[in-house]
């Protein structure tokens, strides 16, 4: 859960501690571990976290997710080839975006190194840079779109001091 995008404007972000309450009632029945770590390691970009990330957890095994509309600004991103040379990417597929990725600078770098999915059982052992695209039926709505419709559905969370499931830390709300 990162502290806010450096290519989006921070004007209208809901608090990180709503936004990280948020995150963990939606991934409550999924393997996945939601976690504020960055806001300990106090780092904005992605390449630095993931550095961070693997240093402290030197034992454990990553692959990192992003959405497809972020491969298509990915060649954008600071130090990108850094960030495929640290770990395995997942690709989740965004509807709408499949054709504008493809043609991306990164991609084109990227695609030498796309795995096929049937091959996910062994993602976390794969030496980076690695590349996979998960195709399944997406939820079309964007989250943009969900804001809109609900520009303050943070308040839910308001005054909620969630701990970090990762680090245990209380999130400043």
Do not use: C
Not at 72 to 93: E, L, S, T
Request: aromatic residues 10%; glycine residues 6%.
């Amino acid at each position: 859960m990162s502290p806010g995008n450096p290519l989006k404007p921070r004007k209208n972000m809901a608090p990180l501690a709503a936004r990280l309450k948020y995150a963990q009632k939606l991934a409550r029945r999924v393997p996945i571990r939601v976690s504020a770590i960055e806001t300990q390691f106090r780092t904005r970009y992605t390449v630095d976290t993931l550095r961070a990330l693997t240093l402290r957890y030197p034992r454990h095994r990553f692959i990192w997710l992003m959405g497809g509309d972020n491969l298509r600004q990915f060649g954008q991103w600071k130090n990108w080839r850094a960030i495929a040379r640290i770990m395995p990417i997942a690709v989740v597929a965004r509807p709408g975006y499949d054709g504008l990725v493809h043609g991306s600078s990164a991609m084109n770098w990227l695609r030498r190194f796309v795995r096929p999915a049937s091959q996910s059982s062994n993602w976390t052992n794969w030496r980076p840079p690695a590349l996979v695209h998960l195709r399944f039926r997406p939820d079309p709505r964007s989250a943009t779109l969900l804001r809109q419709g609900n520009p303050l559905w943070y308040r839910e969370h308001d005054g909620a001091r969630p701990r970090d499931p990762l680090t245990h830390r209380l999130i400043p709300v």
